[in-house]
């Protein structure tokens, strides 16, 4: 292993970093030209999303005790940063393709702009849900600085399951149903329309909370609306395997660059 | 005699398709290519159709890795020279110049210093703000190919079809490109003409199923290539 970073490998490192940023940036520009409320959509989308999930529960099932509202937006809207990502990570590279048959980019970069744009946009759903939580009746505390740690937390296993998704999709298209499917099934089992306390025992929450997403949503209310601090233990395991899985998935990409050009070109 | 700023030695290079699940087909494209990429010259690549010089062509981009053999590279800025590098048409000419130039390796500062440069060559004048859906297709390689000539890169990259946009600009590009040519600028030229390799290139490469039939003096080169596929 080579320890000197030469000056080569560091301007290849901005570059590189430079590039997501910017492709980003005018990403978004370039979805807002599209419509003509284009920026505005930022905040219109999440709040339609959200507004069916109140439709369907609170009024339609009245499954409404006074504070559900705020307990299903604690769950829905970390849940749809995290759907929205890993699913449009998937075809990513085969998107990509136009770039990759003329020029050189590590893949990774592919699933990176898709997770920054969804970041950006994220952002200001977070405020929303402020805004909501403030309607509700619940205020910020001090506690809620414990945010920062969940949401670096999410994006981290974010990053590692795009990374596993793009990859393999161009391998076989098809997957991209099973991933569609497969975040319909996670949604449902991570507790974001019921609380795992009132539906699993107290012997079987433990399996629930290894669902790294269920996880993270218990983490959000605990400092949302419990006013208690997160599961930090948990969430310690979570970066951490998220960080070995990015590191190891930057490599599997490396190793099979001309694979995934050839099935990206093809 | 100065280093040579991309090296191949050994160099192979095999397309494996995926045809189904586990099933794959191969076909060599490259067989132990040697190659030395020195500065200031302009190498034609010449050969027939799938004779293996586009392949070569993105090895040298890098956009593939050798299968076999080593390459090193000493040139930090290698560009293909494309018309429309990752175009996105909803954006302006201008943010377009900027991710162009950025994609063919210059960084952020780079880019915005060069992007006037680019913006005039290419005569959009105002419609540099316009997005890139509105432009006639000849403006949109105009800007493209601008873009790719006004980038100082290391070593230039490219792949036949020179003639672009209306006539006027056609023999602007083409001065332009024999100036890239004739100065310092280190060029790789792919083509299936003789004359075009001739005229504008001071050493040639004949490939032929995969292999290095003859390299060296452009003359003789391209006498002996016109000869064997008259």
Partial sequence: ?266 | MSDPLISLKDVGFTYRTLTGLMKSDKYEALKSINLDILPGETLGIIGSNGSGKSTLLKILARIFSPDEGEISFNAKKISLLSLALGFDPRLSGTDNAILSSMLLGATLKEAKKIVPDIIEFSELGEFANHPVRTYSSGMRSRLGFSVALRMHADVLLIDEALAVGDASFKAKSERAIVEKVSSSQTVVLVSHSAVQVNRLCDRALWIDKGEIVLTGDTDMVTRKYAEAYK
């Avoid at chain 1, 940023?21 to 978004?28: D, H, T």
């Avoid at chain 1, 699933?111 to 920054?116: A, F, Q, S």
């Avoid at chain 1, 909370?209 to 949302?224: D, E, F, G, Q």
């Fill in chain 1, 1 to 266: 292993m080579k320890s000197i970073v030469n000056p080569d490998m560091r301007r290849k490192t901005v570059m590189f970093w430079q590039l997501v940023i910017i492709k980003v940036k005018f990403n978004l520009r370039s979805e807002a030209a599209q419509s003509y409320l284009s920026y505005a959509w930022w905040l219109l989308e999440p709040l339609m999303q959200m507004g069916v999930y109140l439709i369907v529960f609170d009024i339609l099932l009245h499954r409404g005790t006074e504070d559900f509202v705020a307990f299903l937006l604690c769950g829905i809207i970390p849940w749809l940063w995290f759907s929205k990502s890993v699913n449009q990570s998937g075809n990513s590279i085969t998107r990509g393709k136009g770039l990759i048959s003329q020029t050189y980019l590590p893949k990774p970069f592919f699933p990176l702009v898709v997770i920054g744009q969804a970041l950006i946009k994220q952002a200001f759903v977070f405020v929303l849900l402020f805004v909501f939580l403030f309607i509700y009746d619940y205020f910020p505390t001090i506690g809620w600085f414990w945010l920062i740690p969940i949401v670096i937390t999410q994006l981290l296993l974010i990053i590692a399951v795009s990374f596993v998704v793009a990859f393999i999709v161009p391998f076989a298209r098809d997957i991209q149903y099973l991933i569609d499917a497969g975040l319909k099934m996670v949604m449902f089992g991570s507790g974001i329309f019921y609380s795992y306390k009132s539906v699993f025992l107290p012997q079987h929450r433990e399996y629930f909370l290894m669902n790294p997403i269920a996880n993270l949503i218990v983490n959000y209310r605990r400092v949302l609306m419990e006013d208690v601090p997160p599961l930090t233990g948990h969430l310690v395991v979570i970066s951490l395997v998220s960080i070995f899985v990015i590191l190891l998935m930057t490599r599997v990409m490396k190793r099979h660059n001309n694979t995934l050009t050839l099935l990206a070109i093809e």
